[in-house]
């Protein structure tokens, strides 16, 4: 999934990862989650605010969405 593209200057972190890395993460502005559709992004956002991190959003529609919109998106 992330092979086939992210928002640029996104950070990769699988969800299973995300609590044992979400001390790497920046405290000091807004974090936006995404996946493919929005699944595991609303799982992951809820795991960062639980961790105190705010504000976390969620890319609604996912990665497809940012796609379909024809916004920039970065491939490997």
């Given at each position: 999934?992330?092979?086939?593209?992210?928002?640029?200057?996104a950070?990769?972190?699988?969800?299973?990862?995300?609590?044992?890395?979400?001390?790497?993460?920046?405290?000091?502005?807004?974090?936006?989650?995404?996946?493919?559709?929005?699944?595991?992004?609303?799982?992951?956002?809820?795991?960062?605010?639980?961790q105190?991190?705010?504000p976390?959003?969620?890319?609604?529609?996912?990665?497809?969405?940012?796609?379909?919109?024809?916004?920039?998106?970065?491939?490997?």
């Open positions: 999934e992330w092979e086939a593209g992210h928002l640029p200057g950070h990769h972190c699988m969800l299973g990862d995300l609590p044992a890395q979400a001390a790497t993460l920046p405290q000091d502005r807004p974090i936006v989650v995404h996946c493919q559709v929005g699944t595991r992004a609303a799982i992951a956002a809820s795991i960062l605010q639980a105190g991190f705010d976390v959003e969620t890319l609604t529609g996912g990665i497809e969405a940012w796609a379909a919109a024809g916004l920039p998106q970065l491939c490997h």
